[in-house]
């Protein structure tokens, strides 16, 4: 990679230039986050590639995070994100894991095989819509598919106006559709399932290129990282590529107006129904059951919508549950501390 590069190649806009006052800008440097490893950030700016190691007292970040340092390459504060995406930890965990941030577009990656699965596009399209992002669907392997307009077509049957590009992954002909959204400074994310084809797409937006900006070592010095390691690539023509590890147990939380965006055919007819709390099962004057008899909504895209509004109710109400309780525990730990303090002054 080119070592000199300048803050709108690597995405600076006008919605981060007005978060920055004069004197900071004199005294300041802006800087992406464009690697997030285990143990450090790499930091990227107009000075230079560094790292910022992670520590407790830093605020939660992630790949895609534009941060102001000092001149000691020192963190001095978070700037806000024009898009976040984040999801329920992997597992048990009642937390929210960060994804990506101040994305502009986002590449909803399935391959044209077995992959193919409306029901996990529309998932993706949710997360994508609640952060207010353009998603783009992209097939790929579209070269081993007979009949790809089949499958383009399910898609827009969901969403008349949502984009959808066919293409072959090793043939950088087959992706001229995608160029529209990988101009200079543009940040581009892809979502999708392991397998369906993201490292191939990369590499060839790339141009098979090592495009990457550089290996940052742990703090062990061995330089190994964990596979969920998140990090930023650029492409030939100046668009800028954040690569996240394939989404096996995603979970939404804290997506209503994204599901309802996706989903918004059968919100508009929610709206029709005789019952403002109706269930759209069995209810009389229900809008939604009228035109799955009609034939103008499908069973499944209903049963999807259900499915992941029940599902996304279910872990918000499992996070606030999570915030209260340590809210809790933060109080009786302070109480303690308290009657400590006053004990000792009394002895």
């Known amino acids: 990679m080119n070592n000199s590069i300048s803050l709108?190649?690597?995405g600076w806009t006008a919605f981060f230039q007005q978060q920055i006052n004069l004197g900071e800008w004199e005294t300041r440097i802006p800087a992406r986050i464009i690697q997030h490893h285990r143990s450090?950030?790499?930091l990227l700016s107009e000075t230079g590639l560094v790292q910022l190691e992670i520590t407790t007292n830093l605020p939660k970040m992630t790949?895609?995070?534009w941060v102001l340092v000092?001149?000691?390459q020192q963190f001095i504060r978070l700037l806000e994100r024009s898009s976040l995406f984040s999801r329920k930890a992997v597992g048990t965990k009642l937390e929210r894991q960060l994804i990506a941030a101040n994305i502009d577009t986002v590449f909803v990656v399935c391959?044209?095989?077995q992959n193919f699965n409306l029901n996990r596009i529309e998932r993706y399209l949710s997360l994508v819509n609640d952060a207010g992002v353009q998603p783009v669907v992209v097939l790929t392997k579209s070269d081993l598919c007979d009949n790809p307009e089949d499958y383009t077509n399910q898609i827009r049957t969901t969403d008349p106006m949502l984009m959808v590009e066919a293409v072959n992954s090793l043939n950088s002909d087959s992706l001229r559709g995608l160029k529209p959204w990988c101009e200079t400074g543009q940040t581009i994310a892809f979502l999708g399932s392991s397998g369906v084809g993201k490292s191939t797409?990369?590499?060839t937006l790339m141009g098979n290129q090592e495009q990457t900006t550089g290996s940052i070592r742990d703090q062990d010095g061995?330089?190994?990282?964990t596979t969920t390691e998140r990090s930023l690539h650029f492409i030939p023509n100046g668009g800028i590529l954040l690569d996240t590890p394939g989404m096996r147990e995603l979970q939404i939380a804290d997506c209503e107006q994204g599901l309802n965006e996706t989903f918004a055919d059968i919100t508009e007819l929610s709206s029709q129904c005789q019952f403002s709390d109706c269930q759209h099962q069995s209810e009389p004057g229900c809008a939604v059951t009228e035109a799955i008899n009609n034939g103008l909504l499908e069973p499944r895209r209903?049963?999807?919508y259900l499915k992941m509004m029940r599902e996304q109710a279910f872990n918000s109400a499992s996070l606030a549950e999570k915030r209260a309780r340590d809210k809790g525990l933060t109080r009786y730990y302070r109480s303690v501390q308290k009657e400590n303090r006053k004990w000792r002054k009394s002895n």
Do not use: A, E, F, P
Not at 222 to 225: A, C, L, N, T, V
């Open 302 to 304: 209903l049963n999807n």
């Open 111 to 113: 391959s044209l095989n």
């Open 222 to 225: 061995k330089g190994r990282h």
């Open 40 to 42: 450090v950030y790499g």
């Open 201 to 203: 797409l990369i590499n």
């Open 70 to 72: 000092n001149q000691q």
């Open 8 to 10: 709108s190649q690597l």
């Open 63 to 65: 790949v895609g995070d």
